[in-house]
Structure formats: structure tokens, C-alpha cells
T-cell receptor, first 113, second 116 residues
Framework: AQSVTQPDIHITVSEGASLELRCNYSYGATPYLFWYVQSPGQGLQLLLKYFSGDTLVQGIKGFEAEFKRSQSSFNLRKPSVHWSDAAEYFCAVVERGFQKLVFGTGTRLLVSP | DSGVTQTPKHLITATGQRVTLRCSPRSGDLSVYWYQQSLDQGLQFLIQYYNGEERAKGNILERFSAQQFPDLHSELNLSSLELGDSALYFC???????????????FGPGTRLTVT
């Protein structure tokens, strides 16, 4: 079945440490890939996207993501986490030929001092 | 600020009632999407409108309906409300009227609906 999986429900990272949030998808053809962030009480903000081309994509707020076709993954990374990065992060896909977003279950990031 | 506006921010109502949520897309965007975020179902696509016409339907209940008006704003109508309808409802927009199709969606701040 087609799905988007974020295996980590919660992750705690020390401020200044690096971060990697995992995302795997299961689709016949590579979908369009996105990462969104939701701060408490806020809407969803687009961090970055991958449609094609260079498999390492840069986004806002110092985030980047790497697409790995062989692993059906699109992991989000940041080299040094700031306390303001504490939020919920959603991986999402758009299946080619469609326009609706299908979201993973989200990963809540906690940043410790 | 994404440029997508939603009103009201919060809504508290009783079971059996009907409410209307409103969304104004980013300037120039033709597509409007509605999503529901709840603790048990996560973020789920409800429905999409493109330039006034329904384009795609997701897990939208028959008690729910939507429309997009000529000025491109959209309304989501929820009727015969049940406790389980309590959720955060997001509107998103995409697809500028010029250029190729865009798959990036920009979200509004959401409307938190509480059914008591």
C-alpha cells in the first residue's frame, strides 16, 4: 500500500547538536517530496521540496534533505540545532499525476539545553 | 506569513450544529485544499478546488461540503457535528494562474474546531 512513514514519534537533541529526521515512502514511482514544520499553535510551513535533479536539497532555516532512491528515503538534516527548532516535522508526498499531499505521522523534535 | 488566511481562528460549538470555515488563498493561487488534523487520524486531505471546480476528494464525510467562489475564496461547511469532528482544519493554496503547475502548497494558520 502507498504510504509515508516517519519511524520516530519523538526525538530529543541537544542544542548545537546535529539532527536527522527519517522519512520513507512506498510508491510505485518516485513522488514529489516535501518537509513541513509545524510550531505549537501554528500552521504548516514548507521547509523544502524535491521534484527531480540534485538529490541534496537546501531549504529554509538551515535545513537540508537528501533523496535516496535506493532506500525510498528523504531524510531531513540540520548540522546544528537551535532551541527555536523545537516543533513537529512532517514528511509529505504528492503522487505524480495528483496534487493532494499525503503526510507522514510527524516527528516531534525536542531541543534540550 | 504564508499569505493564506483562515477565519475564524477558533470555533466552539455543540453537537448537531453546523459551522462554516473560510479560507482566502494566496494572491493569484487558483487551487484551494482543505485538510483535517486530529490526534487519531493525523493530517488528512479532505477536498481540493481549482478555479471554482471540485478537483479531488479525499476522506471527506458526507456531512461536510465545500465550495470555491468566483473571487477564489473557499468555504468548508461542516454539519450535524459530532464530538469526533473536533480538529484543526487547514486550508492550503497553490497553482498560480501563470506558469506551470505547482505542487507546493502553502498553508493557512488553521481553524481549531471544538465540538462539545
Amino acid at each position: 500500500a502507498q504510504s509515508v512513514t516517519q519511524p520516530d514519534i519523538h526525538i530529543t537533541v541537544s542544542e548545537g547538536a546535529s539532527l536527522e529526521l527519517r522519512c520513507n515512502y512506498s510508491y510505485g514511482a518516485t513522488p514529489y517530496l516535501f518537509w513541513y514544520v509545524q510550531s505549537p499553535g501554528q500552521g504548516l510551513q514548507l521547509l523544502l521540496k524535491y521534484f527531480s535533479g540534485d538529490t541534496l536539497v537546501q531549504g529554509i532555516k538551515g535545513f537540508e534533505a537528501e533523496f535516496k532512491r535506493s532506500q525510498s528515503s528523504f531524510n531531513l538534516r540540520k548540522p546544528s540545532v537551535h532551541w527555536s527548532d523545537a516543533a513537529e516535522y512532517f514528511c509529505a508526498v504528492v503522487e505524480r499525476g495528483f496534487q493532494k499531499l499525503v503526510f507522514g505521522t510527524g516527528t516531534r523534535l525536542l531541543v534540550s539545553p | 506569513d504564508s499569505g493564506v488566511t483562515q477565519t475564524p481562528k477558533h470555533l466552539i460549538t455543540a453537537t448537531g450544529q453546523r459551522v462554516t470555515l473560510r479560507c482566502s488563498p494566496r494572491s493569484g493561487d487558483l487551487s484551494v485544499y482543505w485538510y483535517q488534523q486530529s490526534l487519531d487520524q493525523g493530517l488528512q486531505f479532505l477536498i481540493q478546488y481549482y478555479n471554482g471546480e471540485e478537483r479531488a476528494k479525499g476522506n471527506i464525510l458526507e456531512r461536510f461540503s465545500a465550495q470555491q467562489f468566483p473571487d477564489l475564496h473557499s468555504e468548508l461547511n461542516l454539519s450535524s457535528l459530532e464530538l469526533g469532528d473536533s480538529a484543526l482544519y487547514f486550508c492550503a493554496s497553490s497553482a498560480s494562474s501563470t506558469g506551470p503547475p505547482s505542487y507546493e502548497q502553502y498553508f493557512g494558520p488553521g481553524t481549531r474546531l471544538t465540538v462539545t
